[in-house]
């Protein structure tokens, strides 16, 4: 079966709000935004760009971010990024990942929200990879959704944490419900070869477990093979 993804995107119209939000911003700072809310990212930037100072980054969407690719608010020398959207989820990779504070502004309904770096995200993933270190039986959860199967890199995983003497169960769906892990009282630690927002659930729900991406990233810090 063939899909086809189409973006959709709010009509530009009325901007609020915008003179409360210049009350914030920093002389220096990045421009991301929601693809629904592209147009507006546009307008706001033509209007802005004479008194402040904006980079642009154009990553695979342009400078529009998704809930797991930020890259167009990776910028080292930018400390704050202005976020065209609404809600947290997005700006919560920002704050993790990249450590910067980003100000999330709602032009339609004016609302806004300031979010600053958690550095308390990487002591966390210290210490769910330290668990898995000295965890002895392993679950492994494969999504096979499209554009979350990573079949090749979970194989490698497995491959290696079996090498370094533990023992790994493989999992195969395309739901992960939280309460199901309870049916597997055997399993120490869980690696989610999934979406990498599910980090998020994880944290929230204090699951031994790990998402696959931050894993492989981190494998030298949890066996010595």
């Not at 004479?50 to 020398?77: D, F, H, Q, R």
């Not at 195969?172 to 869980?190: E, K, M, R, S, V």
Request: charged share 25%; aromatic share 12%; glycine share 4%.
């Amino acid at each position: 079966m063939d899909i086809i993804n189409i973006p959709t995107r709010y009509k530009l119209n009325e901007i609020n709000n915008l003179d409360e939000l210049k009350k914030y911003l920093p002389k220096k700072f990045a421009l991301v935004s929601l693809t629904q809310y592209s147009e507006y990212a546009k307008k706001i930037y033509e209007i802005l760009k004479e008194n402040y100072e904006i980079t642009l980054k154009e990553g695979l969407y342009g400078i529009n971010v998704l809930g797991c690719y930020s890259e167009p608010a990776n910028i080292e020398e930018i400390d704050t990024v202005l976020l065209i959207g609404n809600g947290k989820f997005h700006a919560e990779n920002i704050i993790r990942k990249l450590k910067k504070r980003v100000i999330v502004y709602d032009p339609i309904y004016g609302e806004i929200k300031i979010y600053e770096p958690d550095y308390n995200f990487d002591k966390i993933i210290e210490f769910l990879l330290n668990k898995l270190k000295n965890s002895k039986n392993i679950g492994i959860i494969l999504s096979i959704k499209p554009g979350q199967y990573y079949y090749l890199e979970t194989l490698k995983v497995k491959d290696k944490l079996e090498k370094s003497g533990k023992n790994v169960y493989l999992f195969i769906g395309d739901t992960i419900d939280n309460l199901q892990l309870l049916n597997f009282p055997y399993i120490d630690f869980w690696i989610f070869s999934t979406c990498p927002r599910l980090i998020d659930d994880i944290i929230d729900n204090n699951i031994n477990g790990i998402t696959i991406d931050i894993l492989i990233k981190n494998l030298d810090k949890v066996i010595n093979i």
